[in-house]
């Protein structure tokens, strides 16, 4: 039991769906099944019918993700397997893509992804950049002092922008 209690403790730090973590989810989730239909046996009450219903969706639908992630990690490491045995005599299958080592990976199993590129300033716009960092009281703005006649040294709030905008026009 304590090997159990280390093995799920490190489980939980470990990325992916590790069989630990699966055992003690799955264990959980007929505790709380057995639980929520003690209490509609025990009240009748509709509310435990529901709440049972939507634990086993719940509990489904972490067992279908785990089944799919373990599906697809025996895809990638067969096509590992596949590159490894095709490389393995120095010439690559036909189709295969030869790629220069530092060559970027540009394909994407996601749709969302999206690849940024920085664009390096040019030389004159260095001043520029410097300006838009500096303080405003260094670009040469002013400082709009409050009109209700308070000189807290602080700059003015919105609405004291508004009631500036209100008596200049």
């Known amino acids: 039991m304590g090997f159990f209690i280390e093995d799920l403790w490190s489980s939980i730090f470990t990325p992916g769906p590790t069989p630990t973590l699966l055992v003690a989810t799955n264990v959980t989730f007929a505790a709380l099944q057995l639980l929520l239909f003690a209490l509609l046996l025990?009240?009748?009450?509709?509310?435990?019918?529901?709440?049972?219903?939507?634990?086993?969706?719940?509990?489904?639908?972490?067992?279908w993700f785990a089944a799919e992630l373990r599906a697809v990690?025996?895809?990638?490491a067969q096509k590992e397997k596949e590159g490894k045995k095709a490389h393995a005599d120095g010439k690559p299958r036909s189709g295969?893509?030869?790629k220069t080592p530092g060559a970027l990976d540009t394909?994407?199993?996601?749709?969302?992804?999206?690849?940024?590129?920085?664009?390096?300033l040019p030389t004159g716009s260095t001043t520029a950049a410097s300006a838009t960092l500096q303080l405003p009281e260094e670009q040469g703005a002013r400082k709009r002092h409050s009109v209700s006649g308070e000189s807290?040294?602080?700059?003015?709030t919105d609405s004291e922008w508004e009631k500036v905008d209100d008596h200049t026009e």
């Open 73 to 76: 990690q025996a895809q990638e």
């Open 152 to 156: 807290s040294g602080y700059g003015s």
């Open 107 to 120: 394909e994407s199993d996601t749709e969302t992804e999206e690849q940024r590129q920085e664009t390096p």
């Open 42 to 63: 025990a009240t009748y009450s509709i509310h435990f019918f529901i709440l049972s219903f939507l634990s086993g969706a719940l509990w489904w639908s972490i067992n």
């Open 96 to 98: 295969d893509a030869m």
